[in-house]
C-alpha cells in the first residue's frame, strides 16, 4: 500500500485507492484548543460503536454529522475527540494500529465525507480532535514494515524496533525520511482536513527505550541511558512544527509516566505539548469512589492528593476509554454502594471533576451511566435513557457543562495556583472537601 495514499479498500482489501484530496474543511471560527484560559470539555468517541448503522455495519459520516454533532452540542460539550479515523486493517484495534496514516478509514465512507464531517462540526461550533498514532504501526504485509524488503520505517533490530505489548513495529524516529513523514501527516491533518487538535497516543512508550522491557530486551542510547533521544527530538520538532504552521491548533499527550515539563516549550526542556492527561487524578479518584465510605477516611488523601502537582502541567482529566474495557468495567460499575447509591457516587465524581482545575474528558456512555463495560463491536445502550436515573446523569453532564462554560472561575486559572485556594482538605472523618476556584476577576 503506498504509505501517502490518500485513500484506501474497505477491509479486509488492502489496496491504495488513487483518489484527488478533497476540498479543504472550512477552519473552526473558535479556536479555543489552545487558549489555556478557555473552557474545554471534550467528548470522547469510537465511531464504530456510538450508535452503528441498521443491520449493525458503521454508518456513514453524514448519518454520523446527523445524530452525533447535534447530541454532543446539546450536553454542551466544546469538544469531539475521534478514536483514530486513520485506515487499520484490525477492527479490534480501535484505529491505534494504523497502516494509512493519510488516509481516513474506508468504514464511514470517503474523505470527503470525513472533511464534510469535520466542516459540520465547526458550523455547530464543536472543534474536534483526532486521536494520532506515531509510536508503532502493525506488521501487517501491506504495510510499512519492511517496505522494500529492508526496514526502512522501522529499525531493524527487534530490541529497537518491536513493542513487546502489542507486537507491532516501532518508526525509527533517527531517519529524516521518517521523521518528515510522520511530522508532514500531523500538519496533513490539521491543514487539509480543519482538524483542530492531536491527541498523540501512547507517549510513554515513545521516550523510554526499555518501556515494557526486561533486561537485556533493550538497546541504552548513546550515552547508555533508557530516554529514546531520537523520539524526544521528533516530539520536540513536531510540536514546534504545528506551533509555528498552525498556531491556533493544539496537541495533547497520553503520557502515563512522571516525564517532566511535557506541557512546557522545547526552550525551557519541555516537549512542546499543549496538554497532558493526568492519568494519576484518575487512577486515585476511581480508587477512592471504589472503596465503601466507611473505608474512605483512610483513603482521604487520593482525592486530594493531585492538587500537590496539578500546576506542574497543563492537565486534562481524563475519564477515556481505557478505563471501561478488557475487564475493568463502566464507570458506573466502579462505584461503591447499592444500585442507588452508586448513582449517587458518579454524580458525587463528576461534579467533583468539573470543580476541579484541569480541562474536562468523558468518554461515550459515561454521560448517561452505561452499565456494561464498552463493546467495540456493538452500539452503545441507548435503551437506558428511557430510565429515569441514567437520563438524570445525562441531564447532569448537561447542566455541568453549561454550568463550567458560564463560570470563567472554573476554567481560566487552570494550570495557575492563583485559581485554587483549599477550604478544607482534611477532613477524613467526614470524607468531606471544600475548595474556591478564582479567575482573572477574583
Known amino acids: 500500500a503506498d504509505p501517502y495514499g490518500f485513500a484506501a479498500e474497505l477491509r479486509p482489501s488492502t489496496a491504495s485507492v488513487v483518489t484527488e484530496l478533497p476540498q479543504i474543511a472550512s477552519r473552526s471560527t473558535v479556536t479555543a484548543g489552545n487558549k489555556m484560559s478557555a473552557p474545554i470539555s471534550i467528548y470522547e468517541v469510537h465511531l464504530g460503536s456510538w450508535r452503528r448503522a441498521e443491520g449493525g455495519g458503521f454508518p456513514d459520516w453524514q448519518r454520523i454529522a446527523e445524530t452525533l454533532i447535534p ?23 480501535w484505529g ?60 531493524a533490530d527487534p530490541r529497537e524496533g518491536m513493542h513487546q505489548d502489542w507486537g507491532t513495529l516501532i518508526y525509527n524516529f533517527g531517519r529524516r525520511e521518517v521523521f518528515n513523514y510522520l511530522v508532514g501527516n500531523a500538519l496533513f491533518w490539521i ?34 541511558g533508557r530516554e529514546n533521544i531520537e523520539a524526544i527530538h521528533f516530539l520536540r520538532r513536531m510540536n514546534e ?19 517532566p515539563a511535557v506541557t512546557r516549550p522545547p526552550s525551557m526542556g519541555g516537549l512542546g505539548f499543549n496538554y497532558k492527561w493526568n492519568m494519576g487524578w484518575m487512577h486515585d479518584v476511581l480508587s477512592y469512589m471504589a472503596l465503601e465510605p466507611i473505608y474512605r477516611r483512610y483513603h482521604h488523601h487520593q482525592l486530594t492528593f493531585g ?14 476509554h481505557d478505563e ?21 457516587n458518579l ?28 463493546n467495540d463491536a456493538i452500539s452503545l445502550d441507548w435503551n437506558l435513557l428511557d430510565f429515569p436515573q441514567h437520563d438524570g446523569v445525562r441531564r447532569l453532564i ?41 479567575g482573572y476577576d477574583r
Open 241 to 259: 512544527t504545528i506551533g509555528q504552521e498552525c498556531p491556533s491548533a493544539a496537541t495533547f499527550a497520553e503520557e502515563s509516566t512522571a516525564w
Open 398 to 438: 448537561r447542566d455541568l457543562n453549561q454550568l463550567y462554560r458560564k463560570t470563567p472561575a472554573l476554567y481560566e486559572l487552570d494550570f495557575e495556583p492563583a485559581g485554587f485556594e483549599w477550604i478544607s482538605a482534611n477532613d477524613s472523618d467526614n470524607s468531606v472537601i471544600a475548595f474556591i476556584r478564582r
Open 324 to 344: 471501561v474495557v478488557h475487564g475493568k468495567g463502566s464507570l458506573i460499575n466502579k462505584m461503591s454502594g447499592d444500585y442507588w447509591q452508586k448513582f449517587a
Open 71 to 93: 447530541y454532543v452540542v446539546d450536553l454542551g460539550f466544546t469538544h469531539l475527540e475521534l478514536l483514530p479515523i486513520s485506515e487499520h486493517p484490525y477492527d479490534g484495534s
Open 347 to 374: 454524580r458525587a465524581l463528576y461534579g467533583f471533576m468539573w470543580a476541579h482545575p484541569g480541562k474536562k474528558l468523558l468518554f461515550m456512555g459515561g454521560e448517561f451511566a452505561q452499565w456494561n463495560e464498552w
Open 191 to 224: 491543514e487539509h482536513y480543519g482538524v483542530d487538535s492531536l491527541r498523540v497516543d501512547a507517549v510513554a512508550s515513545m521516550l523510554y527505550r526499555d518501556y515494557s522491557r526486561s533486561h537485556g530486551e533493550w538497546v541504552p542510547n548513546i550515552y547508555g
Open 307 to 320: 492538587l500537590l502537582y496539578a500546576f506542574t502541567e497543563n492537565f486534562v482529566l481524563p475519564l477515556s
Open 96 to 155: 491505534y494500529q494504523p497502516l494509512g496514516l493519510y488516509s481516513p478509514t474506508a468504514r464511514f465512507g470517503s474523505p470527503q465525507g470525513f472533511c464534510d464531517f469535520v466542516s459540520a462540526c465547526h458550523a455547530a461550533n464543536l472543534e474536534v480532535i483526532v486521536d494520532w498514532v506515531p509510536a508503532h504501526f502493525p506488521t501487517d504485509a501491506h504495510g510499512l514494515g519492511n517496505f522494500d524488503g529492508r526496514p526502512l520505517y522501522e529499525h
